[in-house]
C-alpha cells in the first residue's frame, strides 16, 4: 500500500472566451498529470471559458451543462486513468437555463462525485450556490471536499466543510497577485481546521487581470506548502501527500482543533447585516472615532512579570480620550486585582486580559478607571452573550485567545456590532499566531497580546492587505483604530448554519 498521494494542480494559462482552445490545452496537461501518477487533479476556477464576464448574454455561448461533451470529455479521462479530477467551469442548468459558476469532482469510474456551486458567484451572471451542497465525496483516502477561489476567503464556508468530515480542500481558484495575499488565506484556512488545502490558480492575461503572478499551493494541516518550487512540466505543479495506512493523516489533526468549539457562542453568526443602512442607530452603537489601542508585550519564556508589563505601559505616551491596553493571560495571585484596578485609576486606563487559574480558565477581565473590576467566563454551551462592552468610540468584545482559535466567535461578536475584539493569551505556537492574524477578515479590528509578542490589525480595505502592526518579541504596538472602518459589515449570508451550529460535529472520518 503506498504511503503517498500524488496530486496536480493544472496552472495553466487560459485564453478568454476560447473554449475550444482552454479545452485543448486543458485536457492535454491533465492527461500529462495522470500519466505522472496523479490520482487526484484540480484544475482552475472556469478552466473552459476564462474568467471576467459583464452579462449572461457573454457566458451564455461558453456555459456548459453538466452532460456535454466538453465537460464529458474530462469525466472520461479521470475514467481512463482511474483519477479523481476537479473542474471549474461556468455551468448551464437544462431545466431553468440558470448559469452558476461550478467546480465538478470527478472519480475513477467517470461519475459525479461531488458539486460545488460558488455562493460568491460573480452577480452580473451567475447564480449563487446553495447554502448547504453536495460538495465533499468520499475517497479511498478520505473525504474530499470542494470551494471556489473567494469562498475560503470567509471562514466560515471552509469551517462547514471540515465540520462536514472533509480531509482535503480542492480550490479552483482565479486570485489576482495583487492586494491580499492569497497564500495568507489559504494557509490559515488549512491551519485553522486541521485540513490539507490545495488552491488551483491560473496564468494568462484575463478581460481585466494579469495573473502571470499569480500562485497556487498545497497547505497540509501544519501550514507547510508541498509544491515543489517548479512545476514537474509547464503549467503542471506536483505534490505528494504522506498517507498512513493509505488514509489521510489529517483526521485526528482536524478533530484536535474542533474539539473545544462553543456552538453556543455563536448564534449570532445568522445575523443579517448587509441591508442595514445605519449601523450605528441600529445597534446603538457609540459614535464613531480613534481609540488609541496599546498591546503589552512581553518576552517569550516564562510566565510574563506585571511589574514589566506595566513598567512598560508607563513609557507610552499619554493623551486625551479613551485608552486601552491588552496584556497577555496572567495567573491569578494574591492582590493582582488590587494591583490592576490600582494602576487603571492611576493611569486612567482600560486594561483587558486573560486571568487563569482558581477555577476560572480563560476568564476575560477589563480593570476601567472608576470603575469595579468585570470578569466574563465563556460557558461550552447556552445562549449566553459573548463578552462585549462599550468603550469610548468602540464596541468591544473580549476573548481568550484561545477561544478566538475558531473564526466563528470573532464573527459572531463582529455582527453585534464590536468594532475591536481584544484578546489574551498565554504562549502561542506560530500556527496559531496565523490563525489570529486573519480575525480582521471578519469586520472587526482585533487587539492580541500573548506570551512573546503583540498583533494589532485592521480589516482590510476592499481587496488590500489593510494595516498591520506587529510585535514578536518584547516591547508594545500601538495603533489609533478608527472605529468608523468597522461600522460597514458586509458579509457572505449564504452559510451552512445548520452544519456550524451543531452542538456536535459530525462527518469525522
Known amino acids: 500500500m503506498s504511503e503517498s498521494l500524488k496530486l496536480a494542480l493544472i496552472h495553466c494559462p487560459l485564453v478568454h472566451g476560447n473554449i475550444?482552445?482552454?479545452?485543448?490545452?486543458?485536457?492535454?496537461?491533465n492527461q500529462r498529470a495522470a500519466r505522472l501518477g496523479a490520482k487526484i487533479i484540480v484544475n482552475t476556477e472556469m478552466g473552459l471559458s476564462g474568467y471576467s464576464f459583464d452579462s449572461r448574454a457573454e457566458i451564455a455561448p461558453l456555459a456548459r451543462a453538466l452532460d456535454d461533451e466538453a465537460v464529458q470529455t474530462f469525466a472520461g479521462l479521470a475514467r481512463e486513468h482511474e483519477a479523481y479530477?476537479?473542474?471549474?467551469?461556468?455551468?448551464?442548468?437544462?431545466d431553468n437555463g440558470v448559469y452558476y459558476n461550478s467546480a465538478l469532482l470527478f472519480g475513477p469510474d467517470g461519475e459525479l462525485k461531488a458539486r460545488r456551486r460558488k455562493v460568491t458567484a460573480e452577480c452580473k451572471w451567475a447564480c449563487p450556490g446553495e447554502a448547504r451542497?453536495?460538495?465533499?465525496?468520499?475517497?479511498?483516502?478520505?473525504?474530499?471536499?470542494?470551494?471556489?477561489?473567494?469562498?475560503t476567503y470567509f471562514s466560515l464556508i471552509p469551517r462547514a466543510l471540515a465540520l462536514k468530515g472533509a480531509d482535503l480542500l480542492l480550490v479552483p481558484a482565479n486570485w489576482p497577485p495583487s492586494g491580499i495575499d492569497p497564500r495568507q488565506v489559504w494557509r490559515g484556512r488549512?491551519?485553522?481546521?486541521?485540513?490539507?488545502?490545495?488552491?488551483?490558480?491560473r496564468g494568462g492575461k484575463d478581460k481585466r487581470m494579469d495573473m502571470a503572478e499569480a500562485?497556487?499551493?498545497?497547505?497540509?494541516?501544519?501550514?507547510?506548502?508541498?509544491?515543489?518550487a517548479q512545476p514537474a512540466?509547464?503549467?503542471?505543479?506536483?505534490?505528494?501527500?504522506?498517507?498512513?495506512?493509505?488514509?489521510?493523516?489529517?483526521?485526528?489533526?482536524?478533530?484536535?482543533?474542533?474539539?473545544?468549539?462553543k456552538p453556543g457562542l455563536y448564534h449570532y453568526i445568522y445575523s443579517r447585516l448587509n441591508r442595514i443602512a445605519d449601523l450605528k442607530g441600529f445597534m446603538?452603537?457609540?459614535?464613531?472615532?480613534?481609540?488609541?489601542?496599546?498591546?503589552?508585550?512581553?518576552?517569550?519564556?516564562?510566565?510574563?512579570?506585571?511589574?514589566?508589563?506595566?513598567?512598560?505601559?508607563?513609557?507610552?505616551?499619554?493623551?486625551?480620550?479613551?485608552?486601552?491596553?491588552?496584556?497577555?493571560?496572567?495567573?491569578?495571585?494574591?492582590?493582582?486585582?488590587?494591583?490592576?484596578?490600582?494602576?487603571?485609576?492611576?493611569?486612567?486606563?482600560?486594561?483587558?486580559?486573560?486571568?487563569?487559574?482558581?477555577?476560572?480558565p480563560g476568564q476575560m477581565s477589563l480593570f476601567s478607571p472608576g470603575a469595579e473590576p468585570r470578569h466574563w467566563n465563556l460557558p461550552a454551551n447556552g445562549v449566553d452573550e459573548p463578552p462585549m462592552i462599550d468603550l469610548g468610540p468602540a464596541r468591544m468584545g473580549l476573548a481568550p485567545a484561545r477561544d478566538l482559535l475558531h473564526p466563528e466567535l470573532a464573527l459572531a461578536m463582529a455582527k453585534r456590532g464590536c468594532d475591536l475584539v481584544a484578546a489574551s493569551g498565554g504562549g502561542l505556537s506560530e500556527r496559531e499566531q496565523a490563525v489570529l492574524g486573519l480575525r480582521s477578515l471578519e469586520r472587526a479590528s482585533l487587539a492580541l497580546a500573548f506570551i512573546g509578542g503583540g498583533l494589532i490589525c485592521q480589516p482590510p480595505e476592499g481587496h488590500q492587505a489593510g494595516a498591520l502592526l506587529e510585535i514578536q518579541g518584547p516591547g508594545n504596538c500601538r495603533l489609533a483604530v478608527n472605529t468608523a472602518l468597522t461600522r460597514q459589515k458586509g458579509y457572505e449570508e449564504c452559510l451552512d448554519y445548520q452544519t456550524l451550529l451543531a452542538l456536535h460535529a459530525g462527518g469525522a472520518s
Open 20 to 29: 475550444q482552445d482552454n479545452q485543448t490545452a486543458l485536457y492535454e496537461l
Open 85 to 94: 479530477l476537479a473542474l471549474g467551469l461556468a455551468e448551464r442548468e437544462p
Open 133 to 151: 451542497q453536495d460538495d465533499v465525496a468520499q475517497t479511498p483516502w478520505g473525504k474530499v471536499g470542494l470551494l471556489i477561489c473567494s469562498e
Open 190 to 201: 488549512a491551519l485553522e481546521n486541521g485540513i490539507y488545502l490545495a488552491a488551483c490558480n
Open 215 to 228: 500562485r497556487s499551493s498545497l497547505f497540509d494541516p501544519q501550514g507547510q506548502d508541498l509544491l515543489a
Open 233 to 261: 512540466e509547464p503549467g503542471i505543479f506536483l505534490a505528494e501527500i504522506p498517507l498512513r495506512q493509505g488514509r489521510f493523516m489529517s483526521p485526528q489533526i482536524r478533530e484536535s482543533r474542533l474539539a473545544d468549539r
Open 284 to 360: 446603538e452603537l457609540p459614535g464613531p472615532d480613534l481609540l488609541e489601542v496599546v498591546v503589552a508585550g512581553s518576552p517569550s519564556g516564562g510566565p510574563p512579570s506585571l511589574d514589566n508589563l506595566l513598567a512598560g505601559l508607563d513609557k507610552l505616551p499619554t493623551g486625551g480620550g479613551e485608552r486601552l491596553a491588552v496584556l497577555p493571560a496572567l495567573e491569578h495571585s494574591p492582590g493582582l486585582g488590587q494591583k490592576l484596578s490600582a494602576y487603571a485609576d492611576e493611569k486612567k486606563l482600560h486594561l483587558a486580559l486573560s486571568l487563569e487559574g482558581e477555577g476560572s
